[in-house]
């Protein structure tokens, strides 16, 4: 049962080390690496929503992956994330659906509002949203200021050190000691 439990942390460990390496990485390359400022690896940007105004598709607090695409690949329906007020103090990530696509002109609608948006367009979008994990914003959105970033990396290295000392504990345990009591060897596993 023990050699269960401890594979069983190992490998949260490590989903954890790895996801909070890409939502560092992540943060980093889109804040100095980036051409595009919201874009991070492959396209693909994250934020965590502060309204309710898809509810109850996506809810405050969640975090959202999005995915910057052609403009023939958005349809009407697809919820996108876009950038209002862009290059002003009041920039910021908008989350909500399509609902009219005129040439390069979009009407956008959160799914609780019962009025449409000002019309943007497709320079304004950064992404379509492509995954949500619910309740997990507030510590991701920790993780992308600068503090967070360097919380979450010292979280990482403990997480990798904890888990090698764990490992080698383990291989340590399971090597075949052979003693000598009283003229007889015992084997222990």
């Known amino acids: 049962m023990k050699d269960f ?22 943060g980093i390359y889109q804040h100095f690496l980036s051409s595009k400022p919201y874009s991070g690896f492959f396209g693909i940007g994250y934020a965590v929503v502060v309204s309710g105004s898809m509810e109850p598709n996506i809810k405050v607090n969640d975090l959202i992956l999005y995915q910057d695409h052609d403009r023939e690949d958005y349809n009407v329906g697809d919820p996108i994330v876009y950038v209002r007020d ?14 009219e696509i005129s040439g390069n002109d979009l009407v956008t609608r959160g799914d609780a509002n019962r009025i449409s948006d000002d019309p943007i367009t497709f320079d304004d ?9 619910p309740y997990i914003g507030v510590a991701v959105g920790f993780v992308k200021t600068p503090v967070g970033m360097w919380v979450a990396l010292g979280f990482v290295i403990f997480l990798i050190i904890l888990n ?3 490992s ?7 090597k075949h000691v ?3 009591v009283m003229g007889e060897q015992i084997m222990r596993y």
């Open 125 to 133: 979008v950064v992404g379509r949203v492509v995954f949500r994990v």
């Open 168 to 174: 080698a504990l383990q291989r340590k345990k399971r």
């Open 86 to 99: 862009a290059g002003t103090d009041n920039e910021m990530l908008i989350t909500h659906r399509i609902i």
């Open 164 to 166: 090698l000392t764990v």
């Open 5 to 26: 439990l401890s594979t069983v942390f190992g490998a949260i460990a490590w989903v954890v080390i790895l996801v909070l390496l890409f939502l560092v990485t992540s």
């Open 178 to 180: 052979v003693q000598t």
